[in-house]
Nanobody, 112 residues
Framework: QVQLVESGGGLVQAGGSLKLSCVVS????????IDWYRRAPGKLREWLTI???????LYLDSVKGRFTISRDNAKNTVYLQMNNLNPEDTAVYYC??????WGQGTKVTVYS
């Protein structure tokens, strides 16, 4: 089975940056299709990235140009670089495996 562990969340001032990590272990053949989601308080979980076969990535419009997904195969880790954060980005952030596996999430709080 695949296990996903998110980390890197915390408290950050508006305009600041955070880099989240998702460490993948278990039976995954690769980390190429790990994607990021988030859930704001009282709201449904929403997708942030969609990685297609071949590696093309789509981003949610509200984070396009500010968030970037990257991968380090040697470390079995997927990252989400988040720049120019605003309070609307406050949420618990999750990574998801290609077969629907979820990590435990890491909380991001942005204050103005």
């Amino acid at each position: 089975q695949v296990q996903l562990v998110e980390s890197g969340g915390g408290l950050v001032q508006a305009g600041g940056s955070l880099k989240l990590s998702c460490v993948v272990s278990g039976s995954a053949d690769s980390i190429d299709h790990i994607d990021w989601y988030r859930r704001a308080p009282g709201k449904l979980r929403e997708w942030l990235t969609i990685t297609h076969s071949g590696g093309k990535v789509l981003y949610l419009d509200s984070v396009k140009g500010r968030f970037t997904i990257s991968r380090d195969n040697a470390k079995n880790t997927v990252y989400l670089q988040m720049n120019n954060l605003n309070p609307e980005d406050t949420a618990v952030y999750y990574c998801k495996g290609q077969n629907g596996e979820w990590g435990q999430g890491t909380k991001v709080t942005v204050y103005s």
